[in-house]
């Protein structure tokens, strides 16, 4: 075999000790780095599964987000494209990939369609993570929602009653266009209203509910005064 | 130590077979002490090392770690707060998903870097490709297991991908679900597929991988 050929001289290495040595100094830092990352990002536990509440909206772990950003591309007919016909043919590629790129040098360099399409992959997935996470935070997926305060849930109640009462009943008052809120925090949680402020249609596609401009502050208030009404 | 080795060696004559896996030499282009581009030939093994810490790992949290529903966010919640360790156990087991990922894809762009899927290593890298899908179906089977929110409604959605598949679509999502809706059938399901049938085939591809390796040799840049 051409690769096992000994390069000649005094200054050949061997796996034993040699190699060894380097992998064993790896492992060891490598056991180290997974130590502290795990202090550092404790691992999570939500709350247990409730099968009943449809408004949870799970997210993957980051290294899935990418595809699950991919197929929001892909809905209704186009569904299977996303789910199927696409990660078949990604499938396909890779297992025939050393059969298209033959050829000598392996310089990447001087393969320019190889270390194209290597970038090209490279840049869409990391490129549909990120838009992920951004999304994500806009739609508040991964809210970091600051803590509940009296002063909150008394600003929260003065914005529902000037934006959202006009539709929405609330405690015998308000408007009948809209499902009545006087019990919305037993029914959903904080970050579901928090979203459908956010993007209305979340609740059904062809809601009459408008989008009421809030600021982040003023939508964190109105979510904290809906999430106590129980 | 030698003692114990000669003893050991006259009986069994260990040595042909310790040459045979210790004596192969290391090409200079991928020896760290000679080029320092060649870390990135370290890859693989480290991605291998993380698996093995993922087995050690994963055996200590199935000593307390039960798959029912009832029972499985529990023990899940136990480990995690009142055994000795089991927060760090499974801190690492945790951590460890994402390192796996990391350095199995970091591995798979230096060989496509380095065009080492060229004759004659085609196979390994086809190889190499059921490896990966190995182990992104551990990450997703094992994401089940603690049975939170997270996990539950993240299976749905998964097994509803695979529902919309065309033809086989249905009786798969059925098949992996063990009925119509993600619940206790679903959960043994997913816990034996990340614990039996996911390791045992990642046992197999890795001793073809290993041993296309060990035959082929490492590739050599031009
Ligand atoms: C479970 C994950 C994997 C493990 C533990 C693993 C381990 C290894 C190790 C230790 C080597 C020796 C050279 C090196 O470390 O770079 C190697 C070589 C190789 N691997 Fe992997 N590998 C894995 C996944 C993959 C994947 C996903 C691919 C590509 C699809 C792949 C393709 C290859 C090829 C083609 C070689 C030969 C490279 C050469 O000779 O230069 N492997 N693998």
């Known amino acids: ?230 | 130590m030698s003692r114990v080795y000669k003893f050991l060696d006259e009986r069994l004559n260990l040595t042909p077979l310790i040459r045979s896996i210790a004596d192969h030499e290391v090409p200079e282009h991928a020896d760290p002490s000679k080029h320092v581009s060649a870390f990135m030939y370290c890859f693989g093994g480290i991605a291998f090392f993380i698996l093995l810490l993922q087995a050690l790992t994963g055996v200590f949290l199935m000593l307390y770690y039960v798959p029912s529903p009832e029972d499985a966010y529990a023990s899940v919640n136990y480990i995690e707060n009142e055994t000795a360790f089991g927060g760090f156990i499974r801190g690492i087991h945790r951590v460890g998903t994402t390192a796996a990922v990391v350095m199995v894809s970091l591995h798979m762009l230096r060989v496509v870097l380095t065009g080492s899927y060229r004759k004659p290593r085609e196979l390994n890298w086809i190889a190499g490709i059921f490896l990966l899908l190995l182990v992104a179906g551990s990450c997703f089977t094992g994401y089940l297991l603690p049975w939170d929110q997270k996990a539950y409604w993240a299976t749905t959605v998964g097994v509803n991908m695979v529902a919309s598949i065309p033809l086989a679509g249905g009786f798969l999502a059925d098949a992996l679900r063990g009925g119509s809706e993600v619940g206790a059938l679903t959960l043994v399901r997913f816990f034996v597929i990340h614990v039996m049938f996911l390791p045992a085939f990642l046992v197999i591809f890795l001793a073809a991988h290993f041993f296309m390796v060990r035959r082929q040799g490492i590739s050599r840049p031009l």
């Not at chain 1, 934006?163 to 959903?188: E, N, V, Y």
Request: proline share 7%; hydrophobic share 45%; aromatic share 12%.
């Open chain 1, 1 to 230: 075999m051409e690769t096992d050929s000994p390069s000649g001289g005094r200054d050949r290495s061997f796996f034993y000790p040699h190699q060894m040595f380097f992998e064993c100094m790896t492992a060891l830092a490598v056991l180290a780095v997974l130590v502290a990352l795990s202090f550092v990002w404790q691992a999570p536990l939500e709350e247990m599964a409730d099968p009943g509440d449809v408004t949870y909206v799970p997210r993957p772990e980051w290294y899935f987000l990418f595809y699950f950003q991919l197929l929001k591309y892909f809905e209704g007919p186009l569904t299977v494209v996303g789910t199927c016909v696409l990660p078949a043919l990604v499938f396909v590629l890779l297992l025939l990939l050393p059969f298209l790129d033959k050829g000598e040098t392996v310089d990447v360099r001087k393969r320019p369609v190889a270390a194209a399409v290597c970038l090209a992959v490279a840049f869409s997935v990391a490129g549909l993570t990120a838009v992920s996470i951004l999304e994500d935070e806009r739609h508040g997926y991964r809210m970091v929602l600051p803590p509940i305060t009296g002063e909150q849930i008394a600003e929260g109640q003065d914005l529902f009653r000037r934006f959202c009462q006009s539709c929405h009943g609330m405690d015998g008052k308000g408007g009948f266009f809209a499902p009545d809120l006087t019990q919305i925090g037993s029914r959903t949680n904080r970050a579901y209203i928090e979203r459908v402020i956010l993007q209305p249609q979340i609740v059904s596609q062809t809601t009459i509910m408008s989008l009421v401009p809030l600021s982040d502050t003023e939508r964190h208030a109105v979510s904290a005064y809906l999430s106590r009404k129980k």
